[in-house]
């Protein structure tokens, strides 16, 4: 209980706590089928990609072997994909077809507990997403273990990123069909042109402003400077980047959800 | 809880007060100008056809719905306001929303268990209560099945016991029983009767009579967003209804028996092809039913839905 007596309800952190222990608690209902796929994905990947087309690419990217280069950029887009799916579908299956959200806001939490605790929960699956490539590129020696230790630190902000931002989407969505637009028009080119399978350098000029206005460019520079150990100034500014973006988009989310959540 | 919460001094006699409340959707007005009170340990009922406003008015008090802000409006609960309380009325209450709202993957226990996390139970207090109201509802053997395998009606008590989980002192049902079997049905009015009984205080809306007249001590028939008349369930009918009516389904038996002419104190209503006479002598009525020995009619008491069908218009008024 709180100390104040004008408060007989849970702190913050305790909401949002319970907000995300929901969704811990549904995700790991089907432990298996749901953790094994993040550890399939990049293995299918590496050895498909990687090795397939890798052996036919032998100049260094960015001064990195091919596996390198592309593992290091997996670590993220890979939590990308989870935040993106969850915050999308998953958010949209839960407010309008199982209306599970109406039962929790009958429960002490705000619309904005509930928001903030569903961008921390997408952040979880891209810390979690992450790790297990992780796993698989150090199983594969592509880089050690602990050299990326701290990529899925990574993988978290870019599950809050990419959580806040599927979160915005789906506040304008009217069809479940409408998600198809956001993620071939926009995800999956992120996926080609951020920095992932060939360096933003190899863009045409005119389009490198793009690369560098999408978040996961952002990320995959994160993340590939805390697996090589290779730290620049520069990235203080990626990291200003997601810190703002999370924020701005977090916050629009909230705005425009919260619409559809309380009448 | 220690006896210097707020809402401990500020409950004193009504849990809710709502005055000069309203609410629109667009251009539709859900709820106009809306004023009742509840008092507490007492059951109160919205009644009211399908779009009468029931379910926004009982949003409004969980906030799930804003009301429209108005300078000489109130909506108070345990002394709260929504707009600018909602945690602490929700903490203080149970809702059990129209729609069944359970978690598909997780089985009994677990859909509770998550909602012992938003009250912050810690796990062994969780356990202790879960085993109580799924023994108080009648689900303990189902406590390791899954929500698909469960019954609507099964599933219906098992979202009043997660209402149930913080032991509200307020507790709201939007439609408690709508779709269940007779037996569901009274074992949900007894539980809430009990619940009463502990204190309880109970806002639900229904559109079946039956069930305002089971359990509540109030009722507010509501109808286009506004209050049409409020009572107990008792002095609606006394007050608002001849006490026996005699219906007659064909319209050729009503003429017979009114080309008869009819005694001053029997009044008459006739809704689609329906006709029935009320009146609150017993014996003036039997005397007309003589006229058609033999054919099909049907002499009894009115009830609750009688009042209901008066105040909310829906029968044509052969008088008017």
Redesign the interface.
């Given at each position: 209980?709180t100390s104040s007596?004008?408060?007989?309800?849970?702190p913050l952190r305790?909401?949002l706590?319970?907000v995300w222990?929901?969704h811990v608690?549904?995700y790991t209902?089907?432990g298996f089928s749901n953790a094994l796929p993040p550890f399939l994905e990049p293995l299918l990947f590496l050895a498909g990609v990687g090795l397939g087309l890798g052996r036919y690419i032998t100049e260094s990217m960015e001064g990195l072997a091919y596996l390198e280069f592309l593992g290091t950029g997996l670590l993220v887009t890979t939590s990308m994909f989870t935040a993106a799916f969850e915050c999308t579908f998953g958010t949209f299956i839960r407010l309008e077809f199982?209306?599970?959200y109406?039962?929790?806001?009958?429960?002490?939490?705000?619309v904005n507990n509930l928001i903030v605790g569903e961008i921390i929960w997408a952040g979880s699956k891209g810390l979690f997403f992450s790790f297990a490539v992780l796993c698989i590129l150090s199983v594969f020696g592509v880089i050690s273990f602990a050299d990326g230790l701290m990529a899925p630190l990574v993988g978290f902000l870019t599950g809050l990123m990419f959580g806040a931002l599927s979160l915005l989407v789906t506040s304008f969505v009217k069809t479940i069909n409408h998600f198809n637009f956001y993620f071939t028009g926009f995800i999956s080119p992120m996926f080609f042109f951020s920095g992932v399978v060939f360096p933003v350098s190899n863009l045409p000029k005119f389009v490198r402003p793009f690369a560098e206005i999408v978040p996961l460019t952002h990320s995959v520079r994160l993340a590939r400077s805390m697996c090589t150990g290779r730290y620049q100034i520069s990235l203080l500014l990626d990291l200003l980047y997601v810190a703002f973006f999370i924020l701005v988009v977090g916050l629009l989310a909230i705005r425009r959800l919260r619409r559809r959540l309380?009448? | 809880m220690d006896s210097t919460t707020p809402w401990l001094v500020n409950m004193a006699k009504n849990v809710i007060t709502v005055r000069n409340v309203s609410k629109s959707f667009g251009k539709v007005q859900a709820v106009r100008n809306l004023s009742f009170q509840v008092e507490s340990g007492t059951c109160f009922g919205l009644l009211g056809p399908n779009g009468a406003g029931k379910t926004t008015m009982m949003k409004m008090i969980y906030a799930k719905c804003t009301r429209e802000k108005d300078s000489d409006d109130t909506l108070e609960i345990f002394g709260y306001d929504p707009i600018h309380e909602e945690l602490a009325i929700k903490y203080l209450s149970g809702v059990v929303p129209q729609e069944n709202n359970l978690d598909e993957e997780l089985n009994v226990v677990q859909n509770l268990m998550i909602y012992s996390k938003f009250y912050s139970l810690s796990a062994k207090v969780a356990r202790e209560r879960i085993d109580n109201l799924l023994g108080f509802l009648e689900l303990s053997e189902k406590r390791r099945s899954k929500i698909k395998e469960l019954s609507g009606g099964m599933k219906r008590r098992l979202v009043v016991a997660r209402a149930l989980l913080n032991e509200p002192k307020l507790l709201i049902l939007d439609e408690p029983t709508t779709g269940l079997d007779p037996q569901v049905r009274h074992l949900i009015w007894d539980k809430l009767r009990q619940l009463r009984s502990q204190g309880t205080t109970i806002l639900l809306t229904t559109h079946y009579m039956e069930e305002a007249f089971q359990l509540c001590d109030t009722v507010l028939i509501m109808h286009k967003g506004e209050k049409v008349m409020q009572d107990t369930p008792q002095n609606l009918l006394k007050e608002n209804i001849e006490t026996f009516v005699l219906e007659l389904p064909a319209g050729d038996l009503a003429r017979t028996i009114r080309g008869e002419g009819l005694p001053s104190q029997i009044r008459v209503e006739r809704f689609e092809g329906t006709t029935r006479l009320y009146c609150d002598s017993f014996d003036e009525l039997k005397a007309v039913t003589t006229r058609i020995e033999g054919s099909q009619y049907y002499l009894r008491q009115s009830n609750l839905e009688d009042v209901f069908l008066k105040a909310t218009g829906r029968a044509l008024n052969d008088k008017q």
């Open positions: 209980m007596s004008e408060r007989p309800y849970p305790k909401r706590f319970s222990y929901r608690r549904v209902k089907n199982e209306k599970v109406d039962g929790m806001l009958a429960a002490p939490i705000t309380v009448s | -």
